[in-house]
């Protein structure tokens, strides 16, 4: 089963929107946490923002924030106010770990396009 | 600027070559992730290390090997290179390498492998 799922491919919203990303996620540890990433056409992978699943209010770091709904295991990215800047790939992540290993598994992302 | 540095950031060479690929992490940074991302298996974790010892090991070919120096630098040597091989190398960093430690993981701008 996948660890990590966005199920839209792609998404389009007008500047100055907002914009919900979807990302589910499936695990049995009660510790866990989660990331969502910015791929830009250049490539470079920027870290946006994290949840961890204790928290109890959910991440906003800017223009970013973070639904988290740990009973539906849903960890949606919300970007307020869209900019042309914000067209992207956009990927999910979660840390899980075991015995003090950990690594982050990728969703398979979201590509938005923001338009003026 | 993620503080996390990868060098080459492109490299193009034939079947059958070996390659290296650096990664040096944000200062303070224990843990180094090596991952692999390609147009059809998406982002592939490889492989972890913490402190110069392996933590974990996801999908790496027994052609692939990996290490971290005292210093952190981290290298991943590729070996008897196929076409297929070509894919963005990344390398990202974080502070420790047990379960539930990091609320972010910081990833440098990857090597573009290129095999022809």
């Known amino acids: 089963a996948q660890k990590i799922t966005q199920t839209q491919p792609g998404m389009f919203v007008q500047e100055k929107e907002a914009v919900t990303l979807d990302c589910t996620y499936d695990t049995s540890d009660p510790s866990y946490g989660l990331f969502w990433y910015k791929q830009p056409s250049s490539g470079e992978m920027i870290f946006l923002i994290y949840?961890?699943?204790?928290?109890?209010q959910n991440a906003t770091e800017g223009r970013y924030s973070l639904n988290f709904q740990k009973a539906r295991k849903s960890a949606n990215l919300v970007i307020s106010a869209s900019q042309l800047g914000d067209s992207a790939m956009y990927f999910c992540a979660m840390r899980e770990g075991h015995s003090g290993y950990s690594t982050l598994t990728f969703g398979k992302g979201t590509m938005l396009l923001v338009s003026p | 600027d993620s503080g996390v540095t990868q060098t080459p950031k492109h490299l193009i060479t034939a079947t059958g070559q070996r390659v290296t690929l650096r990664c040096s992490p944000r200062?303070?940074?224990?843990?180094v992730y090596w991952y692999q991302q390609s147009l059809d298996q998406g982002l592939q974790f490889l492989i972890q290390y913490y402190n110069g010892e392996e933590r974990a090991k996801g999908n790496i070919l027994e052609r692939f090997s990996a290490q971290q120096f005292p210093d952190l630098h981290s290298e991943l040597n590729l070996s008897s290179l196929e076409l297929g091989d070509s894919a963005l190398y990344f390398c990202?960093?974080?502070?420790?390498?047990?379960?539930?430690?990091?609320?972010?993981?910081?990833f440098g701008q990857g090597t573009r492998l290129t095999v022809v």
């Open positions: 949840q961890g699943s204790y928290d109890q």
């Open positions: 990202a960093s974080s502070v420790s390498g047990g379960f539930g430690g990091d609320t972010e993981a910081f």
């Open positions: 200062s303070g940074d224990l843990s």
